[in-house]
């Protein structure tokens, strides 16, 4: 192997070192994200079962007919 291509490889290794920590960091990103809207997701459908046991609960004696 000569002088050239020994820098070439090196060069190359350093690219792929260098684009594998960026994709790390996009990845350690995504996940965080993902576990954020994972999060909300359930907010929201506790949010909308507590509405739904709410409308359950309410009886029909207590709605006005749909002619009020």
Known sequence: MNEATIEEIQSKIAFLE????????????Q???IHALGLRI???ADRLEGV?????QRSLDDERPPHY
């Open 18 to 29: 260098r684009a594998n920590a960026d994709l790390s960091d996009v990845v350690f990103q």
């Open 52 to 56: 739904q046991a709410e409308e359950r």
């Open 42 to 44: 359930k907010e929201v």
């Open 31 to 33: 996940q965080r994200e």
